[in-house]
């Protein structure tokens, strides 16, 4: 099934806008931050954040400029992050590309950061809406407070489900919330409507990170990281978590460690990664998505009326819990 065309059907002309607003908004005439903006601008991406704004504004009544200065400012927000995270996480690849840190070096990407972001203020104050204004200011902070968390949690011992999910909710699962959120907003729907829309959006994003640390267990050249690379950055997910805490194999627990100390070998990390499957691991994390599916299909049964958005919003729950990369 094609899903990405279902999901963008109804919102083909409007999603084109965005587009062509958001590579404006990263254009500069200056030499170098050119260079890295273009850089940046042939990522892309999927767009699946933005798409979900537009389809929640056009849920609760039509896709106006609010909400495309909204959608804008938060995907420079979340580009942002992305260039900041890379040099945090001192990784080489953004979606199977060469990242900015990478490509150009950290003082570059921390810099070029710090213009989208400010970019992305800019934007979303051109909605002239002080509820988005602040709703998105909040965003940056929620999401450097998550880094900040799963930091930490790298000297933390204990092997918790329930960090993990702090940690997701404060980052994958926050844009995503925001993304319905202000969707919504921008097309003035009701306090109540926008608390279940960002409720839809929360279970959405935690689904997708989910399916992204599922992805760490398997090769694949479309994912754009390397098998085992959370471990590699001392990151323990949720399919392994469940492993470890349902098992008593001492010498797992003792890699689990040497993975929070960030000690851990190639070798070591396949054997992991290897015990997260025959325990069941990549099973339960599977089972989790599946349930939480059934909350976004709740939503969508009771909240959507419109029959195109709810086959695009259908469509975009399968493709969260199915995709391959």
């Known amino acids: 099934m094609d899903y990405l065309s ?14 062509e607003l958001f590579n404006h908004s990263l254009e500069h005439d200056y030499g170098l931050l050119s260079s890295v903006l273009s850089h940046i601008r042939q990522q892309g991406g999927k767009r699946m954040r933005p798409i979900l704004m537009l389809l929640m504004a056009k849920n609760y009544g039509k896709i106006t400029n609010v909400t495309q200065y909204s959608a804008v400012g938060l995907e420079l927000l979340h580009t942002a992050s992305l260039v900041h995270d890379d040099v945090v996480d001192e990784s080489g690849e953004r979606r199977g590309q060469a990242s900015v840190n990478a490509t150009y070096n950290n003082k570059v990407a921390v810099l070029v950061g710090d213009f989208i972001l400010s970019t992305a203020l800019l934007h979303v104050s051109f909605t002239n809406n002080q509820q988005i204004i602040e709703y998105l200011a909040e965003l940056g902070r929620t999401l450097a407070a998550g880094e900040v968390l799963q930091l930490s949690n790298i000297d933390n011992q204990e092997i ?14 926050a844009l995503f919330e925001a993304c319905a959120a202000i969707g919504a907003l921008s097309a003035n729907a009701s306090d109540v409507e926008v608390q279940k829309a960002k409720e839809f ?17 398997f090769d694949s050249k479309e994912i754009g990281k390397p098998t085992g690379n959370d471990m590699a950055e001392g990151k323990l997910t949720l399919p392994v978590i469940y492993a470890l805490n349902n098992t008593n194999f001492d010498a797992m627990v003792t890699l689990a460690k040497k993975v929070k100390a960030r000690t851990i070998n190639t070798d070591e990390i396949a054997v992991l990664v290897e015990f997260t499957k025959q325990e069941g691991g990549i099973d339960y994390a599977e089972k989790k998505m599946a ?3 059934k909350l976004c299909m709740d939503y969508l049964e009771n909240s959507v009326k419109d029959k195109a958005v709810k086959e695009a919003l259908t469509a975009y729950v399968d493709y969260v819990v199915r995709r391959n990369y």
Not at 6 to 15: A, F, G, T, Y
Not at 160 to 173: M, P
Not at 201 to 216: A, E, K, P
């Open 6 to 19: 279902i999901i963008r059907k109804p919102i083909e002309s409007d999603l084109n806008s965005f587009i």
């Open 160 to 173: 918790s489900e329930d960090v993990y999910y702090e940690i997701i909710k404060n980052k994958t699962a």
């Open 201 to 217: 959006g929360r279970n959405l994003g935690i689904m997708f990170q989910i399916r992204d640390d599922i992805f760490d267990y």
């Open 291 to 293: 349930e939480i599916s």
